[in-house]
């Protein structure tokens, strides 16, 4: 029912940027709450950030509050996570999920069974 892919992937320095895009194809009302995952080898799948369509809200991870931020342009429906001062740790694969905002709320949005639909990942490396 919806598509997800992700791109922007790639490599960085410790301390610089990239920004990673997604589109979700498909109805409107089961891409109205949109997250950014990422997993690292041997990890479990993590909540980055979460975004709100309807209240226009976000939501961060600890780990990354304050460094990244994620948007959603209304023009183009494009998902964006816009990742600053990277560090080591946040070499992963990111994964941008989708789904409607029932039960989304609070904590709950930050729970990778809570989206079904999902994209292949990007791949993000940072070096020191």
């Known amino acids: 029912q919806v598509q997800v892919v992700e791109s922007g992937g790639g490599s960085a320095q410790a301390g610089g940027s990239l920004t990673l895009s997604c589109v979700a194809d498909?109805?409107?009302?089961?891409?109205?709450?949109m997250a950014w995952f990422r997993q690292s080898p041997g990890k479990a799948r993590e909540a980055v950030a979460t975004?709100?369509?309807?209240?226009?809200?976000?939501a961060y991870a600890n780990s990354v509050k304050g460094r990244f931020t994620i948007s959603r342009d209304a023009i183009n429906d494009t998902l964006y996570l816009h990742m600053n001062s990277l560090q080591r740790d946040d070499a992963a694969t990111y994964f941008c999920?989708?789904?409607?905002?029932?039960?989304?709320?609070?904590?709950?949005?930050?729970?990778?069974?809570?989206?079904?639909?999902w994209g292949q990942g990007t791949q993000v490396t940072v070096s020191s």
């Open positions: 498909g109805p409107y009302f089961l891409t109205v709450c």
């Open positions: 975004f709100n369509t309807h209240l226009k809200a976000q």
């Open positions: 999920a989708a789904e409607s905002c029932t039960g989304l709320h609070g904590a709950l949005a930050f729970l990778e069974g809570r989206y079904r639909f």
